[in-house]
C-alpha cells in the first residue's frame, strides 16, 4: 500500500477533527442560490454604494484555490463550475466557530458560504460571508499553483485534477458539448432522425480496421466492438426512414498518437435521394454552422496552419491531385506490372494484395495528402479501397467517392452509396479474397446486409464525421488527447 505523505497524514487529522465537532467531512447537500459566473454577469456592474443599498444576499459553494489572512479576518478564492469569486472572511461576521472551521481549511476543500455581494477597495467583486459552511475533506492536496500538472500524461491520467487547475481544459470540456448540440440542431433541422445501433456486432463491416474482440458468454461466440456505423444505418433507408445519423462510440484496435484513439466518437449521416454533391454541401454548411453559432469566427490556429473555413471549399479529384504533385496521371489505363514499376520509382512499397487503385491510393497518402491544408474536397477514389461506394459512371475504375483534409489530415469520408446488391456481393467477395491474402482490415460478408438491398435501397449519400478530429480544429487543440475527457493511455510500469 502507499505510504501517506506528511501533508496526506496531516489532512486526514483534520478530518476527524472535524467529524469530531458533528460535522460530516464528507458533506450534506447544500442548496446554492447562484454560481460565481451568474453573480458576475448580473452584478459585476455595480458599484459598492449600489450593492449596500440592494443588500444582495447569496448561497455559494466551491473549491478553495487560494487563502490569506492573519487574525480576526482573511480572504479566499472559490471556484466552482463556471469560475472563481472572492470570499471575505471576518470572525465578528461568522462567529468563532465558523472561522476557526475557516483558519484550519486547506487549499482544495470544498465549502458552502452565505453571505451579500460587495465591491473590495480594489475594485473585486466579492461576497462578506455570514456563514462558513464545510462540504468536503480533500485529503490529498492540489498541485503547487503556478506549476499544475507539469507532466503531460499525468493531465490526461488525472484529468479530474487537470479540470481543477488548468482553465483552458475546464474550457474545452464544456464547448465540446456545445459543438455537439449543434450538430444535433443542425442535422435537425434538415430534416435528420438521431438514432441507436449497436455496438456489439458478429461482423466485421463498414470501415477497413482491426477490431476489439470480445465473447458473448451464453451465446458462445466471438463478437466485436463496431468499427463503423454505416451498414445499421443503411438498413434504415431500406426501411424507410430516409435521413438518419447517429453520433457514437467507435472502437478501432490500432495505435495510438496525436491523432488517433483506440476509443473514439464518429457521426455517420445518411441521405436518401442524396449523392456526392449532397454531401459536400451537408458538410460545408456544418462546418460554417458550428463556426458561427458556436464561436463566431471563421479562421482557426490548428498544427500551425490558419485554416480558412469560409466557402467556397476547393474540390479536386485524387489522381490530379497526384498528378499536380508528381507528374504521374492516373487518368491513363494502365497493368499492375506498370503501376508496381512506378511505385518502385517512387519508393512505395506494394503489398501483396495491392492492385493499380491501391497504388493509386498510396501515392496520394505518400505525395499529396500532408499538402491539403486549407478545406479540400478530394473525391475520386479507387475503387478497390472503395468497396461500399458506386462506381463513377464515366470511368469505373473509380468511385462516387470524397475524403475531406483540413490541415493535411482527414476530417470526414463520403459516399454515393451503392445500393446494387449484386455489384455489393462482388465487392465483399472481393474483400473476402484481400483478407486471404493477408489484409487484417479487410470486410467480411455481410449477406443480412445484401439481403436488405435486395429489397431496395434509394440512392442515397451518406458521410462519416471525426468528432473528436473535429473539435481539435475549432478548439484549436494538436493532440486528440485534448478534447476526449479520458482518453485511452498506456498502462503505467
Not at 458552502?112 to 466579492?126: K, Q, R
Not at 462578506?128 to 485529503?139: G, S, W
Not at 469566427?297 to 504533385?325: F, Q, R, T
Request: with cysteine; proline share 4%.
Amino acid at each position: 500500500m502507499r505510504e501517506l505523505t506528511e501533508q496526506e497524514i496531516i489532512r486526514r487529522e483534520k478530518a476527524d477533527n472535524i467529524r469530531d465537532l458533528g460535522i460530516d467531512p464528507f458533506g450534506q447537500r447544500f442548496e446554492r442560490t447562484h454560481t460565481s459566473s451568474e453573480i458576475k454577469k448580473e452584478y459585476g456592474n455595480k458599484s459598492n454604494e449600489q450593492l449596500e443599498q440592494m443588500n444582495v444576499n447569496v448561497k455559494v459553494a466551491g473549491r478553495i484555490m487560494t487563502k490569506r489572512g492573519k487574525g480576526k479576518a482573511g480572504f479566499m478564492h472559490i471556484q466552482d463550475r463556471d469560475g472563481q469569486i472572492q470570499i471575505y472572511m471576518k470572525l465578528d461576521n461568522v462567529g468563532e466557530d465558523n472561522y476557526e472551521l475557516f483558519k484550519k481549511a486547506d487549499l482544495g476543500d470544498i465549502v458552502g458560504i452565505e453571505g451579500t455581494l460587495f465591491v473590495t477597495h480594489t475594485g473585486e467583486l466579492s461576497i462578506k460571508a455570514k456563514k462558513y459552511i464545510h462540504l468536503v475533506k480533500a485529503l490529498r492536496p492540489l498541485p503547487e499553483k503556478f506549476h499544475g500538472l507539469t507532466n503531460i500524461e499525468e493531465r490526461y491520467r488525472r484529468r479530474y485534477v487537470d479540470l481543477i487547475m488548468n482553465e483552458n481544459s475546464k474550457n474545452i470540456a464544456f464547448l465540446r458539448p456545445k459543438i455537439i448540440r449543434c450538430i444535433q440542431n443542425y442535422m435537425d433541422n434538415k430534416g435528420f432522425v438521431e438514432v441507436e445501433t449497436p455496438v456489439l456486432t458478429n461482423l466485421l463491416t463498414g470501415a477497413a480496421a482491426r477490431p476489439f474482440v470480445t465473447h458473448h458468454n451464453t451465446q458462445d461466440i466471438d463478437m466485436y466492438l463496431r468499427i463503423a456505423l454505416e451498414l445499421p444505418l443503411k438498413r434504415l433507408l431500406v426501411g424507410g426512414m430516409e435521413a438518419v445519423y447517429e453520433i457514437g462510440r467507435t472502437f478501432r484496435n490500432e495505435g495510438m498518437d496525436p491523432k488517433h484513439n483506440p476509443e473514439f466518437t464518429l457521426m455517420e449521416a445518411y441521405l436518401a435521394y442524396s449523392d456526392l454533391e449532397g454531401m459536400m454541401d451537408l458538410t460545408e454548411g456544418m462546418y460554417q454552422e458550428i463556426a458561427t453559432k458556436v464561436f463566431g469566427k471563421m479562421h482557426y490556429n490548428w498544427c500551425g496552419y490558419d485554416i480558412n473555413l469560409e466557402g467556397p471549399w476547393k474540390k479536386i479529384s485524387m489522381v490530379d491531385a497526384i498528378k499536380e504533385e508528381t507528374g504521374i496521371d492516373f487518368n491513363k489505363q494502365m497493368s499492375l506490372d506498370e503501376a508496381k514499376e512506378l511505385a518502385a520509382s517512387h519508393n512505395i512499397e506494394v503489398e501483396d494484395h495491392f492492385k493499380v487503385g491501391h497504388i493509386i491510393n498510396a501515392f496520394f497518402e505518400k505525395y499529396v495528402e500532408e499538402k491539403l491544408i486549407q478545406p479540400t474536397f478530394l473525391y475520386g477514389h479507387p475503387v478497390e479501397i472503395s468497396p461500399l461506394t458506386k462506381n463513377m459512371p464515366t470511368d469505373p475504375r473509380f468511385v462516387e467517392r470524397f475524403e475531406l483534409f483540413i490541415g493535411g489530415k482527414e476530417f470526414a469520408n463520403a459516399y454515393t452509396e451503392l445500393n446494387n446488391p449484386i455489384v455489393q456481393l462482388e465487392r465483399f467477395e472481393e474483400q473476402l479474397q484481400e483478407k486471404n491474402l493477408g489484409n487484417e482490415e479487410a470486410n467480411d460478408i455481410d449477406y443480412d446486409f445484401i439481403e436488405a438491398l435486395e429489397y431496395g435501397m434509394p440512392p442515397a449519400g451518406g458521410i462519416g464525421y471525426g468528432i473528436d478530429r473535429l473539435c481539435m480544429l475549432f478548439l484549436e487543440q494538436d493532440s486528440i488527447r485534448d478534447v476526449i475527457l479520458f482518453p485511452t493511455m498506456k498502462e503505467k510500469n
